[in-house]
């Protein structure tokens, strides 16, 4: 029942060979065993959304999926966002808007936010709350974050779509 | 906070999952669709099943069908699959309301509509949802299948008529009428908490006198059910502010609520009772299938 399962997991655009035990979760061999510590592990039960990151599209709390659950899925972290010395669009917007604070969070909001938008790029503001309402900020910067999102959507916007998704031109 | 130890299988089809199911059924052994309750129990460790059978690789059970006027929601349909209306017509504008519901965006891509119902937590919208629309749940073990009224298969919190060797393998509500109003309301102190209480309606009109009446409530007993007094009361009535308050005050009365520390019982008959009033009066306010 402990003996290590070989999986091979695509953590942005590059793949890791790892074994792991099948109680092993997602965000536990993305820190562990790929060394991508970005990824955050907060309350491991799924409430807090500090782990969230992108799996085929989806952004999905890596705590409630077991590793051995994510062979040859599409995975991004935080680790695959800037570009080089480039931040991502959504990281810069938090930079702009003063979205972090202890920083934490911000890995978990980053994905949530980027997939979110990724599927629908014109939420409503009231669509932008109920899905921020996913994750926790114990610095409580909440509005900050907010403003972060509704700049970024402008810029979609303005730029017709996302960049990976320009089917709201 | 970790899981404790169990097997790991994936089975690529649905008979080969049934099989290692009925090995493993008497040794704790559980299905894994979206995991996105029963892996927080594992972490827990309020669950440690000793098995896992991971049914995410079965590509018969994926995604949702209309069949004869009922829609057939299989095993893999994930609760984002109704963010946007899944049919056309009354049926698929209410399920994208509950949906809206359901925990938090990251939980909906994984979470499934089926395995909500295998869980059979007395705050489930899809729970409620089933029985208010007399759904049935589709089963099915080695030695056959079973189709289930919604109706007696929740038979307490956390338990329904599911045998060990079992899985369900879809759910399929009937299709209201396509001029049925509906309404939900439910009731938690944060967004995307377990209800609290929670109530689900739909009736159509006739003349302007509601007519199949079924009203739901949910998050406030061990098990959701229809309220037959209430449905009694409502039908052939108009929707006057009167009505909804009788209804309302009426449901509050008839049912034995869950009790637990920050929720006393005169507390819960309260919700109740408000969430009828709402769920009513959205339906009124909606027009015709909105």
């Known amino acids: ?169 | 906070m970790k899981p404790a130890p169990f097997t790991y299988q994936r089975p690529g089809n649905l008979e080969e999952a049934l099989d290692i199911l009925a090995q493993v059924a008497h040794e704790d052994g559980r299905i894994l669709a979206g995991g996105q309750s029963l892996v927080p129990m594992m972490a827990l460790r309020l669950a440690f099943p000793a098995h896992l059978v991971d049914i995410n690789d079965i590509p018969s059970l994926q995604g949702i069908e209309v069949e004869q006027q009922s829609l057939v929601i299989r095993a893999l349909a994930r609760h984002a699959h109704f963010h946007q209306p899944a049919v056309s017509g009354p049926l698929g504008s209410m399920l994208a309301k509950v949906a809206q519901n359901i925990a938090h965006y990251p939980v909906r891509q994984r979470g499934t509509f089926c395995g909500s119902l295998a869980h059979a937590d007395p705050a489930s919208e899809w729970c409620l949802t089933a029985v208010t629309l007399d759904g049935s749940v589709m089963v099915q073990s080695r030695n056959g299948s079973r189709e289930l009224p919604a109706g007696t298969f929740f038979q307490g919190p956390m338990t329904t008529a599911l045998e060990p060797d079992e899985m369900i393998t879809a759910v399929r509500l009937p299709m209201p009428d396509a001029g049925s109003r509906f309404g939900f309301y439910e009731f938690n102190r944060r967004a995307g908490d377990f209800a609290l209480a929670m109530c689900q309606v739909m009736f159509t009109q006739e003349e302007d006198r509601m007519t199949g009446v079924r009203l739901g409530i949910g998050g406030a007993e061990e098990v959701p059910r229809r309220l037959g007094e209430v449905e009694e009361m409502l039908t052939g009535q108009r929707l006057t502010e009167k009505a909804i308050l009788s209804a309302s005050e009426c449901a509050a009365s008839v049912i034995t609520p869950l009790e637990d520390i920050q929720t006393p019982v005169d507390y819960r008959r309260h919700l109740v009772k408000t969430s009828v009033r709402r769920a009513l009066e959205a339906a009124r306010d909606s027009g015709n299938g909105q």
């Open chain 1, 1 to 169: 029942m402990d003996s290590k399962i070989p999986v091979r997991l695509n953590v942005n655009s590059r793949d890791y060979h790892v074994n792991v035990e099948a109680r092993q979760t997602l965000a536990d061999v993305i820190r562990e065993e790929c060394g991508l510590t970005g990824t955050r592990v907060g309350c491991e039960h799924g409430v807090c959304g500090s782990c969230t990151i992108i799996v085929d599209g989806a952004p999905v709390r890596a705590c409630l999926m077991f590793a051995v659950q994510a062979e040859g899925k599409e995975i991004r972290t935080i680790e695959g966002m800037a570009d080089g010395a480039e931040l991502h669009p959504v990281q810069r917007a938090f930079s702009e808007n003063h979205a972090l604070q202890c920083g934490f969070c911000t890995p978990g909001f980053i994905m949530l936010i980027t997939a979110a938008l990724e599927q629908d790029s014109a939420p409503a503001d009231e669509e932008i709350r109920e899905m921020l309402s996913a994750n926790l900020c114990r610095c409580t910067g909440y509005q900050n974050i907010f403003n972060a999102v509704k700049q970024y959507v402008g810029e979609l916007r303005e730029r017709g779509g996302t960049d990976n998704n320009d089917r709201n031109n």
